[in-house]
């Protein structure tokens, strides 16, 4: 009997089901805090602030070019050869013979070069000698000058062959050296002169030279840059299509943005001594919509001319051109309210559109420059009237069904905004692919700081806001397809008594600062 009642008890024990253990928590993180100034909207522009309110000087430089882009010296080898017609027979030890300047010219096109400084470069020398005995190379260019002395190099130079001439090679800086272009005469272009002198071993012994003997030097010209330079420029044309992009408006999807009147220049600086035709063929912005708008102006299109600069080194003082596009003279309101993203705009420079009118005068130094830049003051006094961004994150949310289900949850942003424009907040949640499988809409607006009143401590206006979006059960249920995320935002300037968006001043030291946080109601099973 005692048997059997164990038993029984023993089979109860064992057929029991045991019950899972199961609680609900709130699980609360933070996920981003930060705070926004106008520095991070115009990180790129100058702000500056006059009686409490702020103007952003948007300047873009398209064109600065200087001697570098202008005058191009390319690398370049000359040669000077000394060998007798006929024999000479018994030459006594130490004497000398003098080859006759050479000349050699350098390929510029159409420019011409009277003189130039140079800035950075080297020359090797390298010289040959054939004779049996040594000799002594005196190398020298005319007209490179450094300090008033001409470039002279002396080598010794050991016994060699008409088969295997001994060769001395030697690298040397040209920086700051002086050359003068213009040959023997003094009326050339782009001539560089080389002379040499021979000195047989004055300790050695009488030799005889044939006409098979090749006495030679070469000069090896290597990245020569330039400093200064005089001559004639040519007539190059700089021509280009600048194009810049504006990352924060390619995320403009709709709406509209009212500007206050401003102007836009586009200005020509002429820093070298020629005369300078310029030419704007056009201007252009397209937005994140497609649409394109180009600046339309009696001033875009026609050619115009710049003087030359004047003074020299540090008394050069340029001249300049500048176009102004203004909402009375071109379509600039409706161009700068298309708000484009992607921005175009074609010009070119010339150098002498009239050819040498300078006589081989034209002048430039290192601190010389052809700018072309565009630039505009924008008074920050701006009217949104359902202003959208959007930008799209990826995201990934994970869960362990087994021991852990997130039943819902609540995503909260707890703001401070001292700039005075409002914004409806909303979040699209999406596959991999782009599809969009559920909308979260804020609970509230991020108000205005024109709400507010002003804080006697900083002089700001300063409204705060708290914003809410709820994850329910079917946006948890696809946690785990959910691969990214748009957000939103749709701003306005809302006038604080009608509600009508007008165009508001933005404070000088306006910010935003705000507080991301995440709230999640978790089952957890063990």
Not at 241 to 253: C, E, M, P, R, Y
Not at 289 to 312: D, M
Not at 490 to 517: C, H, M, W, Y
Request: charged share 20%; glycine share 6%; hydrophobic share 40%.
């Amino acid at each position: 009997m005692k048997k059997t009642i164990v038993l029984c008890f023993l089979i109860g024990l064992v057929s029991c089901k045991k019950e899972e253990t199961a609680w609900n928590v709130d699980v609360e993180a933070p996920l981003l805090h930060d705070t926004l100034s106008l520095k991070n909207w115009v990180n790129d522009s100058t702000l500056t602030e006059t009686n409490g309110e702020i103007e952003i000087d948007v300047t873009r430089t398209l064109l600065d070019i200087g001697l570098s882009e202008l005058i191009k010296i390319p690398d370049t080898s000359v040669t000077q050869l000394f060998s007798p017609i006929i024999t000479l027979n018994n030459i006594p030890p130490g004497t000398t013979f003098v080859n006759a300047i050479e000349e050699h010219s350098f390929d510029l096109d159409d420019i011409q070069l009277k003189s130039i400084r140079v800035k950075d470069g080297r020359v090797k020398v390298k010289v040959y000698n054939p004779l049996g005995t040594k000799v002594l190379f005196k190398v020298q260019m005319p007209g490179v000058t450094q300090n008033g002395v001409v470039f002279e190099q002396n080598y010794s130079v050991d016994a060699g062959s008409v088969a295997n001439p001994t060769v001395k090679e030697e690298w040397l800086e040209l920086s700051n050296y002086q050359i003068d272009l213009r040959g023997v005469s003094g009326l050339e272009f782009n001539i560089l002169q080389t002379k040499l002198s021979l000195t047989t071993d004055p300790n050695g012994v009488p030799v005889s030279i044939s006409s098979a003997y090749d006495f030679k030097f070469e000069a090896s010209l290597t990245d020569i840059k330039v400093d200064y330079a005089k001559g004639y420029f040519g007539s190059k044309v700089f021509s280009d299509v600048a194009d810049f992009n504006i990352d924060f408006l390619s995320k403009i999807t709709e709406g509209t943005l009212d500007l206050p009147e401003t102007a836009l220049q586009i200005s020509i600086e002429n820093g070298i001594k020629v005369p300078v035709r310029g030419q704007l063929h056009y201007l252009k912005n397209t937005n994140q919509l497609g649409n394109t708008v180009s600046l339309t102006s009696p001033e875009i299109g026609p050619s115009f001319y710049i003087s030359p600069a004047v003074g020299s080194w540090s008394s050069l003082q340029s001249n300049s051109q500048e176009l102004t596009f203004d909402p009375v003279n071109s379509n600039l309101e409706s161009f700068l309210e298309n708000l484009g993203a992607a921005n175009e705009a074609s010009y070119e420079v010339q150098l002498n559109p009239w050819g040498n009118t300078s006589a081989g005068n034209d002048e430039a130094f290192p601190n010389s420059r052809i700018k072309v830049k565009a630039s505009a003051q924008l008074p920050l006094k701006l009217g949104l009237d359902g202003l959208t961004l959007r930008d799209t994150f990826d995201i990934n949310f994970k869960q362990n069904d087994a021991q852990t289900n997130v039943e819902s949850g609540l995503i909260y942003i707890d703001v401070t905004n001292a700039f005075p424009f409002s914004c409806d907040p909303v979040l699209y949640l999406m596959t991999e692919e782009g599809q969009i499988l559920h909308t979260l809409i804020g609970s509230s607006q991020i108000s205005s700081c024109e709400m507010a009143v002003i804080d006697p401590i900083d002089g700001l206006k300063k409204q705060p806001s708290h914003i809410e979006f709820l994850l329910g059960k079917e946006q948890l249920a696809d946690l785990a397809v959910l691969k990214k995320i748009i957000v939103e935002a749709r701003f306005d300037s809302p006038n604080a008594s009608t509600g009508i968006s007008e165009p508001k001043q933005v404070q000088a030291k306006a910010f935003l600062s705000f507080k991301l946080r995440m709230k999640l109601n978790t089952k957890v099973i063990l």
